[in-house]
T-cell receptor, first 115, second 114 residues
């Protein structure tokens, strides 16, 4: 069965600083990987996803993530954080395929941005 | 506007009092799903539905029921709620259910069972 670990429960950065959120997954085959963001009081919004091909994927809001098979990681990065990026971030791994895909979510990382 | 709606957004109830949380999507999606979110556990899938009259258990189905009589609606039923079902619930939908299909999430329903 697949699993996802987000080692950092809470991260605090200053506005304008760079950001990296860690995600490690466990899955026997080639994984489908996702990052979602949840702003306070809102549902989850998809930031980016990786299925195959280029291991560096670009997403919305200036985020990117890099798939590293050797490290079983899919870390999320942003070069310069804005105050509006304060939210909770979830990494997810998908198993299955074209007919039905099950998502397994990590525990989430809460991002606080200081002015 | 394409969206997933949930009602109510907040609910406080007592143990044993049956309740229903509604979920509706206006995107003609075939796949719908319910998750619960608990601190430190992320989101866990309760039930999902691949189409009308087709539902199946997720990871944590105990204490919940669902039905899918219409394509757009996927209500979550708690027939006898207990305090351990206090949680934040999300409904989601996608076009076909495959991993290539983006899941759209509703705004969430915060349930407290006393």
């Amino acid at each position: 069965a697949q699993s996802v670990t987000q080692p950092d429960i809470h991260i605090t950065v200053s506005e304008g600083a760079s950001l990296e959120l860690r995600c490690n997954y466990s899955y026997g085959a080639t994984p489908y990987l996702f990052w979602y963001v949840q702003s306070p009081g809102q549902g989850l919004q998809l930031l980016l996803k990786y299925f195959s091909g280029d291991t560096l994927v670009q997403g919305i809001k200036g985020f990117e993530a890099e798939f590293k098979r050797s490290q079983s990681s899919f870390n999320l990065r942003k070069p310069s954080v804005h105050w509006s990026d304060a939210a909770e971030y979830f990494c997810a791994v998908g198993a299955g395929g074209t007919s039905y895909g099950k998502l397994t979510f990590g525990q989430g990382t809460i991002l606080t941005v200081h002015p | 506007e394409a969206q997933v709606t949930q009602n109510p957004r907040y609910l406080i109830t007592v143990t044993g009092k049956k309740l229903t949380v509604t979920c509706s999507q206006n995107m003609n999606h075939e796949y719908m799903s319910w998750y619960r979110q608990d601190p430190g556990l992320g989101l866990r899938q309760i039930y999902y539905s691949m189409n009308v009259e087709v539902t199946d258990k997720g990871d944590v189905p105990e204490g919940y029921k669902v039905s899918r009589k219409e394509k757009r609606n996927f209500p979550l039923i708690l027939e006898s709620p207990s305090p351990n079902q206090t949680s934040l619930y999300f409904c989601a939908s996608s076009f076909g259910g495959g991993l290539a299909d983006t899941q759209y999430f509703g705004p969430g329903t915060r349930l407290t069972v006393l």
